[in-house]
């Protein structure tokens, strides 16, 4: 079974308009609620392509409870630890000719709520999937990750940077998913070439990583595998007339990423290019794609 951890979820508020003035009254011309946080988009991501996942995090307030009922009406099971005090954030995303970004606080945990969360990840077994991603929220520090992978057997997904992925890589995980921005903040120096990145992608493996998963936005991406191999994608052509829209993309890419793993877990190079049409089919939709869109992508590379 596959799970993932959304420590600081919230409500997505995508609203599309025209332009952005500051200072003035912005008219939109479409807006809806989506789930937001890294690990619920990538459950909704894993529940198009059919594979079933539950979504573990922290909820409260009416908007938690909205939430959960948006998580449901995409067949995604939640099993939140409930936080009383507070509301689950709400995060507000104008969608222009470029994707401007207001995310909420989020709740404040208690050292309550995160042992709560820890004795349910301690009950998953060793062939278990856990993916954990996104922001750490008030009341949590960098080491959270790394405490959560310590506590369970199953094998681990880690999508983090800085310090927080650090202490992570010191319990192996399966795959992380750094970008091309994120990775750089490993480098030993200026990273002027493909190479230097690829370096990077090895001193983060030799640091735990089993493979190294790394975005590079309108490039595609590139994979170090357990292999020691170094697969690369270029993103697929999209028929024209879609408009671009990177809300989620990176976390679209990782459920590709999985889903292909689960059908053919040792064909690298193809799951490398289905993630990689996963994540372009994401920056050309409204928000998560249809699976079926990510494959007519996959077979089109």
């Not at 952005?20 to 009254?25: A, E, I, L, P, S």
């Not at 709400?90 to 995310?103: A, D």
């Not at 690829?198 to 990583?209: D, F, S």
Request: net charge negative; with cysteine; hydrophobic share 40%.
């Amino acid at each position: 079974m596959i799970y993932t951890v959304t420590l600081n979820p919230g409500l997505d508020y995508n609203l599309y308009a025209n332009t952005m003035d500051y200072g003035k009254t912005n008219r939109c011309h479409d807006e809806y609620f989506v789930p937001g946080g890294k690990g619920m988009n990538v459950s909704v991501m894993l529940s198009n392509f059919g594979i079933p996942s539950v979504a573990f995090g922290f909820a409260s307030g009416f908007t938690g409870r909205e939430l959960v009922r948006l998580m449901a009406e995409r067949d995604v099971p939640c099993d939140f630890v409930d936080v009383e005090e507070g509301f689950t954030r709400i995060n507000v995303k104008v969608i222009t000719e470029k994707v401007t970004e207001y995310n909420g606080a989020g709740i404040s945990l208690k050292e309550e709520h995160i042992r709560a969360l820890e004795e349910k990840i301690a009950a998953l077994n060793e062939d278990d999937m856990l993916i954990m991603s996104g922001s750490i929220p008030k009341g949590a520090d960098s080491g959270i990750y790394a405490r959560l992978m310590a506590a369970t057997r199953a094998r681990t997904v880690l999508d983090t940077s800085g310090e927080s992925l650090v202490k992570g890589l010191a319990h192996k995980p399966f795959l992380i998913k750094p970008n091309d921005e994120e990775i750089a903040a490993f480098a030993d120096g200026p990273i002027t070439c493909m190479d230097d990145m690829i370096a990077t992608a090895h001193k983060l493996q030799n640091m735990g990583a089993e493979n190294v998963l790394v975005s590079l936005g309108a490039d595609g991406a590139f994979l170090l595998a357990s292999d020691g191999k170094v697969y690369a994608a270029e993103p697929p052509r999209v028929p024209d007339g879609l408009k671009l829209n990177t809300v989620a993309a990176g976390d679209s890419m990782l459920g590709g990423f999985l889903y292909a793993w689960t059908q053919t877990p040792t064909e690298f190079e193809e799951i490398l290019k289905f993630s990689v049409a996963t994540g372009t089919a994401a920056a050309y939709s409204h928000w998560i794609p249809e699976a079926e869109f990510a494959h007519r992508l996959y077979e089109s590379m």
